[in-house]
């Protein structure tokens, strides 16, 4: 009966910090984790237990994804968590967190990453687009990326609300559709081409629903 209650109390407080990091800036989630690293560790443990849910992780779909391109492709991968990816794969990664999970991670809000620009050719976002400031943190994309460089975005399939509108404001912010997978009903997989930089001025479409966990 505890584990039972503590159980649940774990899943609350998941939900919860889930929701904070879908409802605030990169930054606010930055400054949450600082002050508070058992919240990250909690986050991850009801993270994981979530995905294990899924007949699929979309980090793997990553992962087949740069097996089939060159080993010498440069990635940054954005939100790497445990660094599934970075073990993955031979490429050299870039790993960036708010905290580190494995020695590997640099941390850093994803919005402002310790890389030159033009200098990564695949920059990936897996199930990491949380905070409000969408456009920021894909301008730090397009920063680092070189042009023709690749952009990969998996993310939860019910965050999208309007996807015309927003492959619209993702080609303002300097990046071309390449593909689009919607085929799964989890998540979908969108593949990118860095075109140029961003275009400045607002990208209304560049919305995405928080990604709300139900209690079980
Ligand atoms: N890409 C991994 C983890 C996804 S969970 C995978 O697919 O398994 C989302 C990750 O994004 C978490 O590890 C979270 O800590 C990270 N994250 C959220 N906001 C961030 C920010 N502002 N800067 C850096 N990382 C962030």
Known sequence: LRAR????LLGARFRYLNQQLYTGSSRDAAQ???NDPAAFQLYHRGFE???RRWP????QRIVRYLRRRPASLVVADFGCGDCTLATSVRNQ???????PLSPRVTVCDMAEVPLAAESVDVAVFCLA???TNLQEILGEANRVLKLGGTLLV???ASRFEDTHAFLKAMAQLGFRTVSKDLSNSYFYLLEFAKTGPARPGPAPGLRLLPCLYKRR
Do not use: K, S, T
């Open 5 to 8: 209650r503590e159980e649940r």
């Open 32 to 34: 949450l984790f600082r």
């Open 49 to 51: 237990r979530q995905v």
């Open 56 to 59: 699929e992780r979309p980090v």
């Open 93 to 99: 990664v870039h790993c960036f967190d708010l905290v």
């Open 129 to 131: 687009l949380m905070g």
């Open 154 to 156: 998996a993310e939860v």
